[in-house]
């Protein structure tokens, strides 16, 4: 391919004339197409081959049409971003959990220990009253 305005000779993929400058004109690139069946509505609809999304004029469901390695990395580290938010939501849950009965058995614990104690000052005094009363 040469330089309409100079002549030069061009590389296939120059966009300017590397002597001149000169704009290459660029050839359109046929669009293609696939037809494609929605999962969703099961209806069948025709979309760009360019286009990673394809949303279904029928339903409107949306869906990835092809993927490459990055999205499909980037999905990866999606599910396990959202794996690792889940788990630490049940950790806090069966935390928070473990406290409230830690929280009881305390409680339980304080009020059978108030009750020990009472008996024994109870006993106590009952004995030292009855060691006044024998002695006296």
Known sequence: MKCEKCGAE????????HVCGHPVPQKEKPVLSKRLECRHCGGIMDVDETRNVKVCPY????????????VTMQRIKSHAWKEVQKDKEETKRAVATEHEITERENKKNESKSDIVTGIVLGSIVIVSLLMLYFIA
């Open 10 to 17: 061009l590389f296939n993929s120059a966009k300017f004339c």
């Open 59 to 70: 339903c409107g469901s949306k869906e990835l049409v092809e993927e490459s390695d990055q």
